[in-house]
């Protein structure tokens, strides 16, 4: 049974609130994390939480359970020859690292005569999410 200090193997589907899956691992290696070290999302460790291996469970995260709602704070206008030019255009994803190696994902949201806005929101930010699941192992957590 699933509880905290247990190392837990699962796989999952991912659905935007209007039925479009956007990451499954269903097939492919599972996800092995340590139930209550916080490696997933919060809100997914208690709704498994008593879960056993077979089990299943369809769980719905709202914005604030899941990546947060969009922030508008987090938009930037950036000069244009700041973004590499084969990414100037609305929806690229680009990757940055900030001065502590910390790597961030953001988006360019508009593209403006002198500036370019982009996004330094999540990019699940805003959206309700739907994790089908499956736990596939339980047993006692790696030391």
């Known amino acids: 049974m699933i509880e905290d200090g247990k190392q837990v193997s699962l796989e ?5 609130q209007d039925g479009k899956m956007i990451d499954s691992n269903v097939g492919e290696e599972p ?14 460790e208690e709704a498994i939480q008593g879960l056993k291996e077979g089990d299943t469970k369809k769980i719905t995260l709202l914005p604030a359970q899941a990546y947060g709602e ?18 100037r255009y609305e929806g690229a994803i680009l990757g940055v690292q900030d001065e502590f190696g910390q790597q961030y994902r953001i988006r360019i949201h508009e593209i403006k005569e002198d500036k370019v806005v982009v996004d330094f929101n999540h990019p699940l930010a805003g959206q309700t999410l739907t994790f089908d699941m499956k736990i596939l192992v339980v047993q006692e957590g790696q030391a």
Do not use: C, K, T, W
């Open 70 to 87: 969009i922030d508008p704070e987090a938009f930037r206008d950036v000069d244009p020859n700041a973004i590499p030019e084969q990414m």
């Open 31 to 44: 996800v092995i994390f340590l139930q209550g070290s916080h490696q997933i999302l919060p809100a997914l």
């Open 12 to 16: 999952y589907s991912v659905f935007l």
